[in-house]
């Protein structure tokens, strides 16, 4: 019964390849997120749906694409893999009132070798 | 442009401390503050969040305090005991669409 589900948790790849993870949230919630934390442990957004629509969009290169299938869905596919892009990337959902709180799921710790 | 610091970076301290994490912000205009905890190799876990609105919020040995004006935030932890040990996450939520600005964060570590 985990609110803010990802898989895989762990993604281990070459340069070049193209790789998507995947969120799944329980909560009833109509956004969703993707946030990055880098090596400095630093979190900042990628994306953001409300309701299967793009929202937030910071600056990301082109190669990362968002998919929101259904609101409670949010995958995140990425073309071409660099170095750059190991990271830990979590997803994360809010209601879109009240408080707006967020909830995190657990990471997926991308390597790119 | 919206930028969150956390002070300090690491903390050290014997277990029964009483200890204060900092977060100041630039920018005052912020819809609420979350502090988080992370783990590690674990996902974010939300403690306490504090509306614009209100000065404080509490829960169990954790109170956040907001003073929006000047741009801080405070995290107290009575009695600390070694399970707090933990990456402790400050972010605030600024514009229409709920995007949250963290700071590095303050890696704590309360030994026996």
């Known amino acids: 019964d985990t609110a803010v589900s990802q898989t895989p948790k762990y993604l281990v790849t070459q340069m070049g390849n193209d790789k998507s993870i995947k969120c799944e949230q329980n909560?009833?919630?109509?956004?969703m997120y993707w946030y990055k934390q880098d090596s400095k442990k630093f979190l900042k957004i990628m994306f953001s749906?409300?309701?299967?629509?793009?929202?937030i969009n910071e600056t990301v290169p082109n190669r990362f694409s968002p998919k929101s299938p259904d609101k409670a869905h949010l995958n995140l596919h990425i073309n071409s893999l660099e170095l750059g892009d190991s990271a830990v990337y979590f997803c994360a959902s809010s209601p879109a009132g009240g408080t707006y709180e967020q909830y995190f799921g657990p990471g997926t710790r991308l390597t790119v070798t | 442009k919206q930028e969150v610091t956390q002070i300090p970076a690491a903390l050290s301290v014997p277990e029964g401390e009483n200890l204060v994490l900092n977060c100041s912000f630039t920018d005052s205009a912020i819809y609420n503050l979350q502090w988080f905890r992370q783990d590690p190799g674990k996902g974010l876990t939300s403690l306490l969040l504090i509306q614009s609105s209100q000065r404080e919020q509490t829960s169990g040995r954790l109170n956040a305090s907001l003073d929006k004006s000047s741009g801080r935030s405070t995290l107290y932890i009575a009695a600390s005991q070694p399970g707090d040990s933990a990456t402790y996450l400050c972010?605030?939520?600024?514009?229409?669409?709920?995007?949250?600005?963290f700071g590095a964060g303050t890696r704590l570590a309360v030994h026996p």
């Open positions: 909560l009833g919630h109509d956004t």
């Open positions: 749906y409300n309701n299967k629509e793009l929202i």
């Open positions: 972010a605030v939520r600024t514009g229409g669409y709920n995007k949250l600005i």
